[in-house]
């Protein structure tokens, strides 16, 4: 005769195991997206100096000119497309102390950090020429950084970019 308790805990391990695949799973789709959301975090401002660099590459100054938030005239009264090209044309750099004009080899975005309500991107030039440039997210324009590193950042912050950022390296080519 089967007594009362017989089958006290029978369901027990199925159930344990039930609990312990469904943390696993929680853990590792919270890692997943936690990590793709860093990589991908700077995605459209990437883009953005993406479209610089190629309208750079192909000598397409005007959509560079563009790509960098001079759509119109009145969008940058204080960085005329004179100043630009004194910048980033192919005459530009030319002078003892300046590194020279864009290399088209060279020329390449290297690294993006988010910073407060912009981001900034380390692009490199030429061989000796790197600039870190800075772009606003909510205007979408960009300038040269006025910091060489993130103001008011926490070492922790900084430990994740300096290594969990070079995951992101790949992406930005």
């Known amino acids: 005769m089967s007594g009362y308790l017989d089958q006290y805990g029978a369901g027990e391990d199925q159930r344990n195991r039930v609990v312990l695949r469904s943390a696993i799973v929680i853990v590792v789709v919270a890692v997943v997206g936690t990590l793709a959301w860093y990589l991908f ?8 100096v993406k479209s610089l660099l190629a309208g750079l590459r192909s000598g397409d100054y005007q959509a560079a000119y563009r790509a ?4 119109k ?11 630009f ?12 102390d300046q590194f020279g004009p864009p290399d088209k080899n060279t020329l390449e975005l290297t690294d993006s950090e988010s910073c407060n309500n912009g981001v900034m991107l380390t692009v490199n030039v ?7 440039l800075w772009l606003d997210r909510d205007s979408d324009r ?9 103001p008011h ?12 950022g070079s995951l992101r390296k790949p992406l930005l080519r």
């Open 153 to 164: 950042k926490s070492p922790y912050a900084i430990m994740v970019q300096r290594t969990i």
């Open 68 to 71: 960098w938030g001079c759509a």
């Open 73 to 83: 005239p009145s969008d940058c009264s204080g960085y005329s497309f004179q100043s």
């Open 142 to 150: 960009v300038g040269f950084s006025p910091w060489p590193l993130c």
């Open 126 to 132: 030429n061989p000796k020429r790197v600039e870190k």
């Open 41 to 48: 975090e700077n995605h459209h401002q990437e883009s953005v």
């Open 85 to 96: 090209m004194e910048d980033w044309g192919p005459e530009s750099g030319e002078g003892p």
